[in-house]
């Protein structure tokens, strides 16, 4: 759109500067008073929010070109992987559940073929949160769908290393919160107090050395305020957990996890 | 057609503060609609956080809504109304439902395509996949991504993105321009890689000024996914229309929030911008009507906002 100002011309010089600088001062007169340099004028503005529910009529040419995608991700998420002969729930028993030790075992089983090839070493200890089991598994044929209910997340599996302070404070979280949060690879007993009685890493005692823990980078980043992971050094898996289960069922025939006395209490 | 709306508002205005907030000048309080067959009328329609949302959401408390092909219905029903139509998305395509998981994005941007989006800018969960991944879903997308603040000359995406995009539409010269929101913090750094997020204030002034100032834009819209509003001091739709001027329309995302109607936020200048977001998963379409007609420059009223 043009300026909406026009000057006669005129051939004589002096009137021609003198347009020149009235033009000028009438420029920024303009552009300083009303900041545009249109004579379009936004006049009305009407605003509709609209639900988009089943009263609207749906594009059937979309609806189609959906379809088949949709018919697709069914039969995958319907495909059935292995069988679990009971139920499993995260509330199941109190401190350790055959729903979090196995989540433990297949991070241990799937993911360590990838930590040996990146850090030529095994995994001592996985942990992983409570709080990031969505879903319970029922008992009967297990498919793909419940290992996205189970961790409709994104997270993947990373190794952090912790030296012996570190794992102190890992351990003090656990024995703190006394929640089933899963881990594999320790042992830990509690007293009727609450206070720690035992704990042992594969067995042996904490030692000064350097624990390849496994866990989820959501809680490496420091959910569920698991701050013993700040500034520790950590490795990527590019393994989704998701991904671990999905692959995990997929070998196996039969599901066969327990609770056990990894964790607990003195009564 | 001949409608003359009285502001809403002009009676109860007494009683409040609202009032200055909602009209910028005095004589804009005064105003009413001059709507004739002459004015000429853009129709923006926009989406955010759909996040990979195709079907309809199947059970809990919004059971039923959303659903791609009725969300294709009805904008096709309001295009034959209005051709003079933008239909916008703002950001966060990717990531919700296992349509993401399965297929990377890519029936999320085709059915975009299909749909004749005219632009989208970039969420975060756009990188989920990688930048890679995101790139990989581009050729699927027959409109533009339109991005001001991520300057992605070190990686794959430079050169596929636009900083800012005007169209024309019956005559009425509509500039666009993205703002994304901060990847560090939010987005692995592996997926994000080399992407650099520039201040978007900074950013949003510059570009409003070009396309409205240099480029003589009637209209300056935002595509935002920067959130709505914060009570720390992040930099959000809110504050960014308050600490800019030459914006006429702000549409967001980010934050899911569920906005019943736009907000009318004053400028830097004192004018109104309108800031509006429409929740998530494709359970709304938001639609800003907007009136233009052609008068003299000096005798520019306000402006009417039935909101």
């Given at each position: 759109m043009a300026f909406c100002y026009n000057f006669p011309l005129k051939t004589d010089r002096k009137l021609g500067v003198y347009l020149a600088f009235a033009k000028a001062l009438f420029l920024i007169t303009l552009l300083t008073s009303c900041n545009s340099n249109t004579n379009v004028h936004l006049d009305t503005v009407d605003y509709k929010r609209i639900e988009i529910n089943d009263s609207l009529a749906q594009e059937d040419s979309i609806a189609q070109f959906i379809a088949p995608y949709g018919a697709k991700i069914n039969q995958e998420m319907n495909r059935v992987l292995c069988y679990n002969p009971k139920s499993m729930h995260k509330n199941d028993t109190p401190l350790n559940t055959a729903l979090g030790n196995m989540l433990c075992e297949i991070i241990v089983e799937q993911v360590n073929p990838v930590v040996k090839s990146r850090l030529d070493t095994n995994i001592d200890v996985v942990l992983l949160n409570?709080?990031?089991?969505?879903a319970p598994l029922p008992a009967g044929e297990v498919t793909t769908k419940r290992a996205y209910e189970i961790m409709p997340f994104e997270n993947e599996v990373v190794v952090a290393q912790l030296n012996k302070a570190q794992m102190e404070q890992l351990i003090k979280y656990i024995v703190d919160r006394e929640r089933a949060h899963p881990f594999s690879g320790m042992k830990i007993s509690l007293n009727?107090?609450?206070?720690?009685?035992n704990v042992s890493i594969n067995d042996q005692p904490l030692t000064e050395k350097i624990y390849y823990v496994a866990t989820s980078d959501y809680l490496y980043n420091g959910g569920d305020s698991m701050n013993f992971f700040n500034n520790t050094t950590v490795t990527k898996t590019d393994y989704k957990i998701r991904n671990a289960m999905i692959d995990y069922f997929k070998k196996v025939d039969t599901l066969k996890f327990e609770s056990d006395n990894r964790f607990t209490k003195a009564n | 057609m001949k409608r003359s709306t009285f502001l809403k508002s002009s009676t109860a205005a007494v009683a409040g503060m609202g009032l200055f907030a909602n009209f910028?000048?005095?004589?804009?309080?005064?105003k009413v609609s001059s709507i004739t067959e002459k004015s000429k009328k853009i129709t923006i329609l926009h989406t955010n956080d759909t996040h990979s949302h195709i079907e309809p959401i199947v059970g809990g408390r919004n059971d039923g809504r959303g659903g791609v092909a009725r969300r294709a219905a009805l904008v096709n029903q309001i295009r034959k109304e209005n051709p003079n139509t933008l239909l916008l998305d703002c950001g966060d395509i990717f990531q919700g439902t296992p349509y993401f998981n399965f297929y990377g994005g890519e029936l999320e941007i085709k059915l975009m395509s299909m749909m004749g989006y005219d632009a989208a800018t970039i969420g975060n969960h756009d990188f989920d996949n990688g930048i890679d991944g995101l790139y990989k879903q581009l050729p699927h997308a027959n409109f533009d991504f339109v991005i001001s603040n991520y300057d992605f000359k070190n990686t794959i995406l430079d050169g596929h993105t636009l900083e800012n995009k005007i169209v024309t539409l019956d005559g009425i010269k509509i500039g666009m321009f993205g703002l994304g929101i901060e990847l560090d913090g939010l987005v692995n750094k592996t997926n994000y890689k080399e992407t650099k997020y520039l201040d978007p204030i900074d950013i949003a002034t510059d570009q409003a000024r070009i396309l409205k100032e240099e480029k003589g834009c009637d209209l300056v819209i935002c595509m935002s996914h920067l959130g709505y509003s914060y009570k720390s001091d992040t930099v959000s739709d809110v504050s960014l229309a308050a600490a800019t001027s030459n914006i006429d329309v702000i549409i967001g995302g980010h934050t899911h929030t569920f906005l019943e109607k736009p907000e009318l936020i004053l400028n830097k200048e004192g004018k109104n911008v309108v800031v509006n977001q429409v929740g998530c998963y494709g359970m709304y379409l938001g639609r800003i009507d907007l009136y233009l007609n052609e008068t003299d420059i000096n005798n520019q009223a306000g402006t009417v906002y039935n909101l």
């Open positions: 409570h709080g990031g089991i969505r009727a107090d609450s206070s720690l009685n | 910028s000048t005095a004589t804009s309080l005064y």
